[in-house]
């Protein structure tokens, strides 16, 4: 791939909800992103990431049903402006992707010397992290969407999934086929945030100190 093949993929890129065809996925381009996921760093090469893949409409459907009671619960919470804001933006297409991967963390994987990871225990988190972002790129690549569903209570997922109780569901995603992708993110084209120049989160040196850009 080119660096600007890269870097159009990069720009692609989107958080999917409501543009889900529903389409079957392809098995050997599943499993091409699975891999580019696994293949992500991580600390200490603790590799402590699982991905459950979930087509099963009831286990799909049970998740929705709680995922929007707790879309109500952070509504109640909202000032009206937000509220009203908040009310045109859709948060998940659990239902309408082809299938759902749900990605775990594992404090457990590689211990209890995690190379690394004994002064920043966060690590192995961050870790998962990078394999999420290897696995969304890869799709982007395959022309397949995602959305990262995060209106959840981590407890009722891992009752549903039967996730092992030291083991941390850290998101579902929904994947599959899309009709489109927007040129704008979802939350910027509904006004509820937009992005921040480049500039504005570059320090030189020190924390609050203007960056020297080159010509």
């Known amino acids: 791939m080119s660096s600007q093949s890269f870097y159009e993929v990069l720009s692609r890129r989107r958080d999917v909800r409501a543009e889900f065809s529903g389409e079957p996925v392809d098995p050997a381009a599943l499993r091409r992103v699975l ?34 009671e707790e879309r109500e619960v952070f ?21 309408d992707a082809t299938l759902g991967i749900v990605v775990t963390y594992d ?3 590689g211990a209890p010397a995690v190379l690394g990871r004994h002064s920043i225990p966060d690590t192995g988190l961050y870790s998962v992290c990078l394999a999420i972002q290897n696995l969304w790129l890869a799709a ?6 995602v959305g990262w569903v995060s209106f959840y209570r981590e407890e009722r997922l891992r009752e549903l999934l039967a996730i092992p109780d030291h083991v941390r569901p850290v998101a579902w995603l929904c994947v599959g086929p899309v ?9 910027e084209r ?18 609050g100190q203007s960056a020297e850009w080159p010509d």
Request: charged share 25%.
């Open 75 to 95: 509504r109640d919470g909202l000032t009206p402006d937000q509220a009203s804001r908040f009310a045109g933006i859709r948060i998940e297409g659990i239902e």
């Open 179 to 187: 009709t489109h992708l927007h040129a704008v993110p979802d939350l």
């Open 107 to 109: 404090p457990s994987r």
């Open 190 to 207: 509904h006004g509820w945030r937009v992005r921040a120049p480049l500039e504005s989160v570059v320090h030189g040196d020190r924390y």
């Open 140 to 145: 982007t690549a395959e022309n397949l969407g």
């Open 35 to 68: 891999a580019a996921a696994h293949a992500a760093p991580s600390v200490g090469m603790s590799q402590p990431w699982d991905f459950v893949v979930v087509r099963d409409p009831v286990l799909k459907k049970a998740f929705r049903d709680h995922v929007l």
